[in-house]
């Protein structure tokens, strides 16, 4: 269950944030969670609450925003958001380096893509209480 390691990765970058900022508790944070990451939203929620008891994230509120994966030519600029149920989705969650095999530019017909969204966790904001 990667999503365990992904909370305990977030879960300690919180807590010695919270300590350099002097906070008591932290009340809340909003995750951005890019939908090419592959996690699973509630598996991450539930490993949060567990990895946070008795930390000061404790009850903190999480609000998770999906950042959707966005494809970009290198050969004109041109970015899109890959269609449902076009297969293109598929091939940025599960095969991202291959992702010439499987799509090309709609507006210049290259493959020379790269991924510019929908990729990573991070934090955006935090909220705490000194």
Known sequence: ???????????????????????KRITGFRLILGEIQGVEEEALRFALRELSRGT????AEVTVERERGRVGCRGCGFEWFPGEGSGEEEALHFLPDLLPLFLKCPRCGSVDLEIRGG???????????R
């Not at 000061?56 to 009850?59: A, K, Q, S, T």
């Not at 990729?119 to 209480?129: P, T």
């Open 1 to 23: 269950m990667h999503e365990w390691a992904v909370a305990e990765g977030i879960v300690e970058a919180l807590v010695e944030r919270g300590r350099k900022e002097g906070a």
């Open 56 to 59: 000061m994230l404790e009850g």
């Open 119 to 129: 990729r990573g966790i991070w934090v955006s904001s935090l909220e705490i209480e």
